[in-house]
């Protein structure tokens, strides 16, 4: 049997699918893995520019070099969209089969290809968190651009200087929540604590199968969501070219993009 069609049978035959992803479920669409060649911190150093304490100090010291940055980051994962393994895995929400996808990117694709049951452990570009009352805030994807945008016209006129000046300059060029605090993007940067881990690992205790896009399972607490499947006596199926990182029953050594269609052709072929 063909290990798309092993895939197709686990996951036909279990009774609650999720899905994990990370990094490489989006390389397909542009957007390159951080640590990869051509990803971002190749150019911006993840000390810096990956800690919010590090961005404060570029903020501070060298404005011109955060406002580059910042247009880098909007043009990468703004203009990036969902590639044929995110439509795949829309679709088998659609058809009732998946019931989650637990992901640690930040870039919306999941939602963008269909997805309405997703838990982002790692925050999302396109919502606020506001610093005082904790308030949430969902932006349309034109309007978390269009602040970044104002954000970064503003800071290329900045001299630099101590937070004060910082915080009276930005004043106008910043979100504020109805409570009057100020709203920053709810991304987790490195030192900072992941979102919702215990609502990840509750579908994770729920689920007898666990589809794992394009992770290599280092990143914890996240990389727990597959291993607390699998204690269970759940189903990992692993799609990731040249890494094997989970104890997975399927490892499929092929893209995100190339897989997923092939094994949901199977699962439409089955319950036609
Ligand atoms: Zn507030």
Request: charged share 25%; with cysteine.
């Given at each position: 049997?063909?290990?798309?069609?092993?895939?197709?049978?686990?996951?036909?035959?279990?009774?609650?699918?999720?899905a994990f992803s990370g990094a490489g479920a989006s390389a397909e669409s542009g957007i390159p893995t951080f640590r990869d060649k051509g990803g971002l911190w190749e150019?911006?150093?993840?000390?810096?520019?990956?800690?919010?304490?590090?961005?404060?100090?570029?903020?501070?010291?060298?404005?011109?070099k955060f406002a580059e940055f910042i247009s880098s980051a909007i043009d990468t994962l703004f203009n990036a969209k969902p590639n044929p393994g995110h439509l795949g895995i829309g679709e088998l929400e659609k058809l009732g089969?998946?019931?989650?996808?637990?992901?640690?990117?930040?870039?919306?694709?999941?939602?963008?290809?269909?997805?309405?049951?997703?838990i982002e452990v790692h925050g999302s570009i396109t919502k606020l968190r506001c610093l005082a009352c904790h308030n949430i805030k969902e932006?349309?994807?034109?309007?978390?651009?269009?602040?970044?945008?104002?954000?970064s016209e503003r800071i290329k006129q900045f001299r630099g200087g101590e937070l004060?000046?910082?915080?009276?300059?930005?004043?106008d060029a910043i979100p504020y929540c109805e409570c009057g605090g100020i709203m920053r993007p709810d991304i987790v940067f490195f030192?900072?604590?992941?979102?919702?881990?215990?609502?990840?690992?509750?579908?994770?205790?729920?689920?007898?199968?666990?589809?794992?896009v394009g992770t290599s399972g280092v990143v914890y607490p996240a990389a727990y969501v597959p291993q607390i499947v699998k204690s269970k006596g759940g189903k990992i199926i692993e799609?990731?070219?040249n890494q094997n990182s989970f104890d997975s029953d399927v490892y499929i050594d092929e893209s995100f993009s190339q897989a997923m269609p092939k094994i949901l052709q199977i699962i439409k072929t089955a319950i036609q």
């Open positions: 049997m063909d290990i798309y069609r092993k895939a197709a049978d686990i996951i036909l035959n279990s009774r609650y699918v999720i150019k911006y150093p993840v000390e810096l520019f990956g800690t919010p304490r590090g961005l404060l100090y570029v903020m501070l010291t060298e404005p011109g089969i998946l019931k989650y996808v637990i992901t640690q990117n930040i870039d919306g694709l999941h939602q963008e290809a269909g997805n309405r049951k997703v932006l349309s994807k034109k309007q978390a651009i269009d602040i970044a945008k104002r954000f004060e000046d910082a915080i009276s300059f930005f004043k030192t900072e604590p992941v979102h919702n881990i215990n609502a990840a690992f509750e579908e994770a205790r729920k689920a007898d199968c666990c589809i794992v799609i990731n070219p």
